[in-house]
């Protein structure tokens, strides 16, 4: 085990440890909009195939999906854009499934992280944000959702090791 320790930052508080080769932990934030409509926002780490681009890496998730959830379908055209503050380039893509007999709707946001000596040195680290919601999307989900994606501001400075 490296003595060369990092802070490493959880919602409930930070940890030391040293650097792990891949974090792939998802966090699952559930809320309720003002009409009492339960949703959540996804945020779930993966990573390109070497010399994969974004859109190949969402074209490759949707055909997953595809064959392995219930009436899978995509609704419309994957979008290129840009977020945040690093304005990062994104691929956006919406769908539908059904989960317990209800028709689920999700907008996915998959985000190229930029380069990080620890966590992205071969810039291939994406981050994935899923907005799921029964049925359809209210415009309180929306524009949460698209506070949340425009506000995410990527690590991108050395992390402080501890001995």
Same mark, same amino acid.
Do not use: W
């Given at each position: 085990?490296?003595?060369?320790?990092?802070?490493?930052?959880?919602?409930?508080?930070?940890?030391?440890?040293?650097?792990?080769?891949?974090?792939?932990?998802?966090?699952?934030?559930?809320?309720?909009?003002?009409?009492?409509?339960?949703?959540?926002?996804?945020?779930?780490?993966?990573?390109?195939?070497?010399?994969?681009?974004?859109?190949?890496?969402?074209?490759?998730?949707?055909?997953?999906?595809?064959?392995?959830?219930?009436?899978?379908?995509?609704?419309?055209?994957?979008?290129?854009?840009?977020?945040?503050?690093?304005?990062?380039?994104? &691929? /956006?893509?919406? =769908?539908? $499934?059904?989960?317990?007999?209800?028709? @689920? %709707?999700?907008?996915?946001?998959?985000?190229?992280?930029?380069?990080?000596?620890?966590?992205?040195?071969?810039?291939?680290?994406?981050?994935?944000?899923?907005?799921?919601?029964?049925?359809?999307?209210?415009?309180?989900?929306?524009?949460?959702? &698209? /506070?949340?994606? =425009?506000? $995410?501001?990527?690590?991108?400075?050395? @992390? %402080?090791?501890?001995?």
């Amino acid at each position: 085990m490296s003595k060369n320790k990092s802070t490493y930052i959880i919602y409930e508080g930070t940890l030391l440890t040293s650097a792990p080769l891949f974090d792939q932990s998802v966090n699952v934030l559930r809320f309720r909009d003002p009409e009492e409509n339960e949703y959540t926002i996804l945020i779930n780490r993966a990573f390109l195939a070497e010399d994969q681009k974004l859109e190949e890496f969402c074209d490759a998730q949707m055909a997953f999906m595809t064959n392995t959830m219930p009436a899978f379908a995509v609704e419309g055209i994957q979008l290129k854009s840009e977020i945040g503050p690093a304005k990062l380039p994104v &691929v /956006q893509i919406a =769908n539908r $499934f059904h989960l317990d007999g209800k028709q @689920m %709707k999700q907008v996915q946001t998959m985000v190229a992280l930029p380069f990080h000596p620890v966590i992205n040195s071969e810039r291939r680290n994406i981050i994935i944000f899923t907005l799921n919601a029964e049925e359809k999307f209210t415009e309180h989900q929306r524009k949460h959702y &698209v /506070q949340l994606i =425009n506000s $995410f501001d990527p690590e991108t400075s050395p @992390m %402080k090791l501890k001995s």
